[in-house]
């Protein structure tokens, strides 16, 4: 039993690269959410999707796009990578729209030079 | 989603209690207090969650006051292992079925041997 599962766990990009996080959960789960946080600093939410097929922006939605490929399944694109989105980006899910705990993976951890 | 308020940082001696306090006075009737720790640079792990009665599990105790406009988290027995940023959150269980989950920036609590 994986949880949730992100691919790259590290990436190194050129300004103007484009690149896609993957987030995958194994869970059932319905609602998932991309976090970045940077050093020193909370998590900040990027998007999330409360279900299968719907996406919603968070505190920091710019520079990045989202899809819900389906329920196990929650990329983030950065199209046009810039410095200022060197962070560590976290996937998270929740079992529904309820109570339940949040899983998180790993982080997958970008720099943008 | 009420904001919370928590200390920036706070240490503890090995083998005592810690107590982790949190403010959100604009909490409403159907959020729930939940707490969350972050060790290093890893995902967030979830530790206890509430309504409005005294919580206890294996990891935690959580106390939440009878106005509900505070709680504080209770590590019984500090380890150098509860070195971590506690985070304090509020979400929301809505007919709507959103679940925007936002976290601040927590509290360090440093562990001392």
């Known amino acids: 039993n994986a949880g949730v599962t992100q691919t790259p766990k590290f990436q190194v990009l050129k300004t103007g690269q484009s690149m896609t996080l993957q987030c995958a959960q194994d869970m059932n789960h319905n609602s998932m959410y991309w976090y970045r946080q940077d050093p020193g600093m909370g998590l900040r939410l990027i998007y999330y999707?409360?279900?299968?097929?719907?996406?919603d922006k968070g505190e920091v939605p710019n520079g990045y796009n989202v899809s819900r490929l389906n329920k196990r399944e929650f990329s983030l694109r950065l199209e046009s990578a810039a410095p200022s989105q060197t962070s560590v980006y976290f996937c998270a899910s929740v079992r529904d729209r309820g109570l339940g705990e949040l899983f998180f993976g790993e982080g997958s951890r970008l720099t943008v030079l | 989603d009420a904001k919370t308020t928590q200390p920036p940082s706070m240490d503890c001696a090995e083998g005592r209690a810690a107590n982790l306090p949190c403010n959100h006075s604009?909490?409403?009737?159907?959020?729930?207090v939940y707490w969350y720790r972050q060790i290093h640079s890893q995902g967030p792990q979830y530790i206890i969650h509430?309504?409005?009665n005294n919580e206890t599990n294996e990891m935690a105790s959580l106390i939440i006051t009878e106005d509900r406009k505070s709680s504080t988290l209770i590590l019984p027995h500090a380890t150098l292992r509860d070195t971590a940023v506690y985070y304090c959150i509020v979400r929301v269980v809505s007919s709507g079925g959103y679940q925007k989950v936002t976290f601040g920036t927590g509290t360090k609590l440093q562990v001392i041997p």
């Open positions: 509430g309504l409005k």
């Open positions: 999707s409360a279900s299968e097929g719907t996406t």
């Open positions: 604009t909490i409403s009737g159907n959020e729930y």
